[in-house]
């Protein structure tokens, strides 16, 4: 046998090894696959031998004793354990397992458990070839395989690890029948909320035995492992969640029958499944897990559909019995929680003994709790609304301070459990400042003036939250009072959907991109999480560069090893928005003096360069539903939110400043000690201009004084254009035109109009008509009066002599009026009339021939009294020509003097009754 080895070795090396003739090429290939065979060989023989000692050492009765892992605050303090050994309840047969329970795990964990060698090889080599980006990521791991991982191997992932598990897996299927694997798995898997093994998670759920379980209740309990934390039934996935609201608004004839039809990102999978119903009363199904345990049961065989639609029934109305753990920011640490499972996997977290050091600040945590807890009684009381959330983040690092996803996470009847940190909701108001800051960088400025009247967009006539217009204001005054007019404009200047979703996206939220949003886009029609909002104030807060949220800080494995580490000069800034534009957002955010009402007091703070904007989303009906503020300085980025979990609206008076604004102005108060005065930091870029109010422009020379601000504008968009809001131009009277170079200065007027407009013309007609109301609707005329003077109606000017009396005169004193003729000479362009002037002033109009006059003595006129007496003729395109005389009043006879006495009895009245 020794001489047939070392034969068989030698012959093979003989055929294998590079020969003499070959190439050099031939002989480097040769090579290599000797090497190869020599490694593939040298691997069996280890794994034989490692096989042979995991067989006579590997005992996972015995050394699957667990320890605790910690999850805690930045400082070191304990926020929860997730206990080992003492919360297992180990059963010693299958026997005392209900027979659906087993078939429910086998079903949806590892339907082929009875038929493989411990490992599923096209299933090893479907996750092998995804971790190659070959095909969509899937687990691998049998139900042997999850034994393994959860009995003896450290967290780390690794193709080391991953050889070590399967070869594990080999000899536990030598060493063990399946009852054995499957019972030991069944004691071991983790349940969640810190039930280990199958027994106590019935004890925990249901408060039975696992030998009791229903069809249903196996199906729920199986359906945990997978992702203990995200399936609980104490979470915010107790059941299926759709993740925007079912309005004809957000479906604009989009036709849904079942999850068939949603994006995988509309919605998230929870362990019971729910019914959601369309505005038109028809329903659709998104299924839980547990539906999907009993899908691949009856697919199986293990169940009939009749018994399939009576568990699903059964889990609807389920019931599980109240437990409550010690825990402090309880939302918190099962999101840190369920990141662990999906990087490290549930087992190494529900049992690693790890601890993880986060990032919450338990002096922020604290004010934030505190601050919500002092008000939320006062929101029941005036606004209907129950709950409220939290969440603090710092804008540098990324670094989560405060959580909190609800007013109390043990209280039911508000749905505490559900996490409104992670929660989609429609954001109302404060999604404005995203619109503005793309029209910012579409060369838009905080000057921008916007009408707020009442617009038509297309069949919509959208009103502001109080009702109520304001006629133009600076888009700094829009977003300083939250205007929906405004707004609603600038989304046609950010560039419509096509263009602020992907950006709106870029800053970390998860718009649809499909979907068609429209104008109430700019109004907060998109949902968002605060999770995700409070990430996208990160890029304005700190100058244009965002910053994800991070969580942990350290994480230490059972035996003290780092697992994980967080370094701050790992943290990755991307730059998402222009340092002009956050910074020109940032200034208008933190302007207390913009607000028309004189309210704001709840969205400043004093001492701190604070930036705020609040929101409120409404229903269909336009009560509140759910209240907003986003809330930052260059040091913390806060988001918070009120209302209901279970999404019924609040009161009238549920706005967001009455509801979530005076809880984050007290968190604010709380920990103001621990927060330096800072300011924004202002880009070299920036400049400082005076403009007109009215336009946004450089002022005009007819711009009024009081009508002169400065404002503050990116590089990119200083203004060039002069004032014309106020518009003085020449009129001729004639026609009401304007004037030309040939118009007679006397029909020449100048005339100033307060000219109402935008620089985009989409609402013009809306513009005019609030002009109208406002009783400033005249406009100046665009048309000149060319056709009436010109060069050649200007040099036919008409021309008139006077003929009697003639120049120096004399006039009787005793007689009171006097006649006056003329001669037309040139009539000009069709004359008109002619008019006596004395001394200037008009006293007698003649528009018809002869055209003689007649002016009347002045009574103050006494012997020797010059007077001038003019006749100006004047054509009907207003040119005119004059003729003037002198003359000399002379003394009258005593005998007129009773005819004297009764002119003067008729007065100085120049209302006189002339024939001509």
């Given at each position: 046998?020794?001489?047939?080895t ?20 031939e ?16 691997g069996?023989?280890?794994?034989f ?5 995991i ?6 009765e015995?050394i699957?004793a667990k320890?605790?892992?910690?999850i ?10 997730i ?15 209900s ?8 079903a ?5 458990f009875?038929?493989h ?11 092998f ?14 139900i ?9 191997l450290?967290p ?19 060493k063990?029948s ?31 035995s696992?030998?009791?379980?229903t ?12 992702a ?24 604009s004839?989009?036709?849904?029958a079942?999850?068939a ?18 505005p ?5 199904y ?9 899908d ?29 753990e010690?825990?402090?920011?309880a939302h918190?640490?099962l999101w840190?929680?369920e990141?662990?499972?999906r990087?490290?996997g549930?087992?190494i ?6 601890k993880?050091y986060t ?8 004010a934030a ?8 009684e ?11 959330a ?6 540098q ?24 940190i ?17 029209a910012l ?26 009702g ?9 005054q ?5 205007l ?5 404009k ?9 263009a602020?979703v ?5 800053l970390?939220?998860?718009l649809?991109?499909?979907?068609s ?12 999480m ?18 994800e949220?991070?969580?942990?800080l ?12 967080w ?30 009402g ?9 001492a701190?360069d604070n930036a ?13 539903q759910?209240?907003?503020i ?10 918070g ?17 009455q509801t ?7 968190y ?14 202002r ?34 968009a ?18 009401g035109r ?10 020449v007027e100048e005339?100033t109009?307060?000219v ?19 009783g ?9 009066a060319a ?6 109606t200007?040099?036919?000017v008409p ?6 009396p003639?120049?120096l ?5 005793d ?6 003729e003329v001669?037309v ?6 004359l008109g ?41 004047v054509d009907q ?40």
């Open positions: 046998m020794r001489n047939w070392k034969r068989t070795i030698l012959t093979g090396w003989e055929r294998l090894r590079p020969q003499p003739y070959m190439s050099k090429t002989h480097r290939i040769r090579y290599a696959l000797t090497g190869l065979i020599g490694l593939f060989l040298a069996l023989v280890f794994t031998f490692y096989a042979i000692w067989l006579f050492t590997f005992d996972p015995k699957n320890d605790s892992t910690q805690m605050d930045k400082k070191g303090g304990l926020l929860y354990t206990h080992g050994e003492e919360n297992r309840d180990a059963l010693e047969s299958l026997e005392e397992i027979p659906w329970l087993v078939d429910a795990t086998i949806i964990e590892d339907d082929e009875y038929g060698i411990g490992i599923d090889i096209p299933a090893l080599f479907r996750a070839f995804s971790q190659l980006g070959i095909g969509s990521p899937r687990g691998g791991s049998t042997t395989q999850q034994l393994v991982k959860n009995t003896i450290t780390e992932r690794s193709y080391i690890r991953k050889y070590r598990e399967v070869v594990i897996s080999l000899v536990t299927e030598l063990f399946k009852d054995e694997i499957l019972l030991m798995y069944l004691n071991e898997i983790p349940y969640g909320n810190n039930a280990y093994g199958i027994e106590l998670a019935s004890e925990r759920y249901f408060g039975k696992a030998e009791e379980l069809l249903a209740e196996s199906a729920v309990l199986a359906s945990i492992p997978r203990p934390t995200r399936y609980s039934p104490y979470g915010s996935y107790k059941y299926s969640v759709l993740h925007f609201e079912l309005t004809e608004e957000n479906l004839g989009r036709s849904i079942g999850e039809d949603l994006e995988t990102e509309e919605f998230t999978r929870g362990l019971i499944g729910t019914a959601f119903t369309l038109d009363g028809s329903a659709f998104i299924k839980g897990r547990s539906d999907l345990v009993l691949r049961m009856v697919e199986l065989g293990m169940i009939t559909e009749d018994q399939e639609i009576t568990a699903l029934a059964e889990i609807q109305t389920l019931e599980f019995t109240d437990y409550k010690t825990i402090s920011a918190f640490v840190v929680k990141q662990l499972e990087k490290y549930s087992e977290v529900e049992q690693g003994g790890l993880v990032t919450l600040d338990p002096e922020f945590q604290a709790e505190e601050a919500i807890a002092e008000r939320i006062t929101n029941v009381a005036s606004s209907g609304a129950n709950n409220a939290l969440i603090s983040i710092h804008p690092t990324g670094q989560i301070l405060a959580w909190v996803g609800s007013a109390d996470y043990f209280n039911e009847e508000i749905d505490g459990q559900v996490n409104m992670t929660s989609y909701r429609q954001p109302g108001s404060s999604f404005k400042p995203i619109v503005y800051s793309l960088l579409n060369q838009y400025t905080a000057a921008t003036v916007f009408y707020d009247v009442l617009t038509h967009f297309g069949p919509d006539t959208p009103k502001n939250y109080s109520t217009f304001h006629g133009p204001l600076s888009m700094r829009a977003l300083g009072n939250s929906n007019i405004p707004a609603a600038a989304y046609f200047l950010a560039g419509e959907e096509q602020i992907p950006y709106a996206n870029k970390g939220l998860s649809d991109e499909n979907h949003y429209g104008y109430p886009l700019a109004l907060g029609a998109g949902e968002v605060p999770l995700e909002y409070a990430e996208a104030y990160t890029a304005f807060a700190n100058g244009g560069a965002k910053v949220p991070t969580a942990i350290k994480i230490l494995t059972s035996d003290g090893e780092i697992l994980e580490q370094e701050e000069k790992e943290v990755e800034k991307t730059n998402v928005v222009d340092p002009e534009v956050a910074y020109v957002i940032n200034d208008m955010l933190s302007d207390p003096t913009v607000n028309i004189g309210s704001g007091g709840y969205l400043y703070i004093p701190l705020a904007k609040t929101g409120t989303s409404t229903d269909e009906d336009g009560y509140p759910d209240g907003w986003v809330a930052y300085t260059p040091t913390l980025v806060t988001v939110w009120s209302g209901n979990a279970n999404g019924e609206p609040m009161a009238w008076t549920g706005e967001a400043y979530i604004a005076p809880i984050w102005k007290s604010m108060t709380k920990i103001l000690n621990r927060l330096e005065p800072t300011e924004w930091k880009p070299e870029g920036i400049k400082e201009i005076a403009i007109s109010k009215a336009s946004g422009k450089l002022p005009g020379e007819h711009t009024p004084s009081d009508m002169i601000r400065t404002e503050i504008f990116t590089s990119f200083v203004p060039t254009e002069v004032d014309d809001a106020y518009q003085v131009v020449k009129i001729e009277m004639v026609t304007l004037a030309t170079e040939y118009s007679p200065e006397d029909v005339r109009y307060r109402h407009k935008e620089d985009w013309s989409n609402w013009q007609s809306d513009i005019n008509a609030w002009a109208a109301d406002q400033e609707s005249e406009q100046p005329p665009t048309e000149t056709n009436i003077h010109n060069a050649e200007a040099a036919n021309q008139v002599v006077i003929t009697s003639s120049n005169a004399s006039l009787d004193s007689q009171r009026l006097h006649d006056i001669d000479l040139n009539p000009g362009n069709g009339e002619v008019q006596y002037l004395l001394n200037g002033d008009v006293k007698y109009h003649a528009t018809s021939a002869p055209y003689s006059g007649r002016i009347p003595l002045p009574v103050t006129a006494g012997e020797g009294t010059i007077l001038t007496v003019t006749a100006k003729i395109y207003g040119y005119s020509s004059e003729s003037t005389i002198q003359l000399r009043v002379d003394g009258g006879d005593d005998d007129d003097d009773a005819s004297d006495e009764e002119t003067e009895d008729s007065g100085d009245s120049l209302d006189l009754d002339i024939s001509l």
